[in-house]
């Protein structure tokens, strides 16, 4: 039999499940509260084949009622009044999202408020069956079709509704004494001396063989809560493929695929950590296991697989086993200090030209680099949802510097949207795990202005001179010196239809755009090109050794030169830079 367990908010409802033959419950997504709520719940209730619900009932700390108590069970009416015959209980619970919300920080660092009360609701529904299994399992009189303990547990399907646990019909259950065994008449007789040793052999036995069967019995529990899907949360699509050419969008994000590369030479361990550490699984060492058992860790396929938080620890070994079908998809490849328009305007260098050999359409190109994206990665973009937060920004370059460098794969007729998103995640995922927003304000720049500033910094240097680069630049903001970039003047010019290839210099480094800073201070209103990891650590961590540098160049020998002043920058332009500082830029 299972059960449904429900943590109703104001909100959003979180879900929870559990079957009594295993008795352990796990979070099962969560429900808007949009008008909906009901058919969606009595839908759960349907695919489950159950009419059984546990709504927790929260309670002060001093064991009262209070209007959140009253909201639970205005809604236990409601859902009994939609489903006749449910058998509807309440929990009591406190702080039961508290408890939920440490539990997740332990398990990974990002997490929706919708897992939050999936969690609640499993620690409300395990809280109920625990309950249960330790009062009821004394009363072997009590008998129903459906086990939830070692002894049966009839709870009265025609009980009324939202019975709680302190009800007569739930109490009159808990409470009722178990009987003692009548005192023989006669005196039990002394055992014989011989026998002790016996007896004290078959106890010590017979509690080794129940510890035993308690201990497989946990183990297999939780080796099957490890294999179920980290979410079970109710997709729109059943493949990465059908959610790729559909013009529909999911609305729950742990439905969004995302990309895993499985490389040559990996073991079957080495993918189960990275399976985790996408959190696509719940316990490497379980899945590790499962492979091996099934003689699986052999078969695993390398490429490029389209993994969803929903599937299960088995879906993905199958697909693994199955590969990658490669008519099915394509690959993009973005490298660093590239841009959207290309070297010098030439559009057949740039990002867009490759979304044009991909076949999308002018139309879908525009449509999708000018479109809200809401992820956490462009904070300071955007002003509202129809407006960018700089005017000087050109629209259809909104999301220059963001399309991080990498080789993706995606299935063909993905809309160029999804692609987006998915190179969004991805370089938004770069700036969590390696802390950049908070490096960046730690060296008083915003997460914009340190992306916009590492972007610089790539088209400057060398991967291994980044970090001095890096420090010359925020000591010149720092003293109010204009950056004096030419990589910032050539993007200018660009951006701004000049032919680069018949201006010269002094053209170019007139250019009047407050992207060209060789004519104005600060950074440029946003990033000039695809910033790799390594311009982004240098931003958040650059080189002290420069801390009182203020000029840099380049030499005609390939080394970089710093100056502390002008004069000093002048000198070894003549003695190291005749002539990379002479050509065209």
């Known amino acids: ?150 002894s049966a547990v009839n709870i009265d399907p025609s009980a009324s509704p939202a019975a709680t646990l302190g009800s007569p019909e739930v ?21 014989k001396s011989s026998e002790k040793p016996m007896k004290k052999v078959k106890r010590i036995l017979l509690s080794f063989f129940i510890l035993l069967f308690l201990a497989g019995l946990f183990g297999g529990g939780y080796y099957w809560y490890s294999l179920q899907p980290v979410s079970s949360a109710n997709c729109r699509f059943d493949s990465a493929k059908a959610a790729a050419e559909s013009n529909e969008k999911e609305s729950n994000s742990v439905c969004e695929y995302q990309t895993i590369e499985i490389s040559a030479g990996e073991s079957v361990k080495q993918i189960a950590n990275n399976l985790k550490q996408a959190d696509l699984i719940r316990n490497p060492l379980a899945f590790e296991l499962y492979a091996r058992i099934n003689n699986l860790h052999a078969k695993l396929k390398t490429g490029k697989y389209s993994f969803r938080k929903t599937m299960s620890a088995r879906a993905i070994a199958k697909q693994l086993v199955n590969g990658v079908v490669s008519s099915d998809v394509f690959n993009l490849t973005i490298l660093p200090g590239t841009n959207l328009l290309g070297d010098k305007g030439k559009s057949q260098t740039g990002i867009i030209h490759q979304f044009r050999t991909l076949g999308y359409s002018e139309e879908e190109i525009n449509q999708a680099l000018t479109k809200h994206y809401d992820n956490p990665v462009l904070k300071g973009l955007y002003a509202d949802e129809n ?36 190179i969004l995640n991805q370089i938004n995922d770069v700036v969590v795990s390696n802390q950049l927003e908070e490096k960046f304000k730690a060296r008083g720049f915003t997460l914009r202005e340190g992306i916009t500033l590492a972007s610089i910094i790539q088209k400057e240097a060398n991967t291994e001179d980044m970090p001095g680069v890096s420090m010359v630049f925020q000591n010149r903001l720092k003293q109010g010196i204009a950056l004096g970039s030419d990589v910032t003047a050539t993007y200018a010019a660009d951006i701004t239809g000049i032919d680069r290839t018949n201006a010269t210099n002094a053209d170019i480094l007139a250019v009047n755009s407050l992207y060209n800073t060789r004519k104005f201070p600060g950074l440029p209103p946003g990033p000039i090109a695809v910033p790799s990891k390594a311009a982004l650590l240098a931003v958040a961590e650059p080189d002290s050794s420069k801390a009182s540098m203020l000029y840099f160049l380049t030499g005609d020998d390939g080394l970089m030169y710093y100056s502390r002043t002008d004069a000093e920058h002048n000198q070894k332009i003549r003695d190291h830079c005749q002539k990379l500082c002479k050509v065209q830029i």
């Open 387 to 422: 407006k960018l937060s700089n005017p000087d920004i050109p629209a259809k370059l909104a999301l220059e510097g963001y399309l991080y460098g990498e080789t993706y794969q995606f299935y063909n007729h993905e809309k160029l949207e999804n692609v987006i998103t998915t």
């Open 171 to 191: 109490q009159s259950i808990i409470n009722e004494p178990t009987k003692s065994e009548p005192e023989s008449s006669e005196s039990p007789r002394p055992a």
């Open 1 to 150: 039999m299972r059960i449904i367990g429900l943590d109703v908010g104001t909100k959003r409802i979180g879900v929870a499940k559990a079957d009594t033959s295993v008795r352990i419950a796990i979070p099962n997504g969560y429900v808007l509260v949009n008008g909906q709520e009901i058919p969606e719940i009595l839908r759960i209730a349907r695919l489950n084949d159950t009419n059984f619900f546990v709504v927790g009932l929260p309670r002060s700390n001093d064991g009262n009622e209070t209007a959140q108590s009253a909201y639970a069970r205005k809604f236990a009416d409601t859902l009994a009044a939609s489903m006749p015959g449910a058998r509807i209980y309440f929990q009591d619970e406190s702080l039961t999202s508290v408890v939920a919300e440490e539990r997740l920080k332990k398990r990974k660092k990002n997490f929706e408020k919708g897992e939050i009360d999936a969690e609640a609701a499993s620690i409300i529904l395990q809280d109920f069956i625990e309950h249960y299994a330790a009062k009821l399992a004394q009363n072997s009189a009590v008998k129903i079709p459906n086990q939830l303990a070692s």
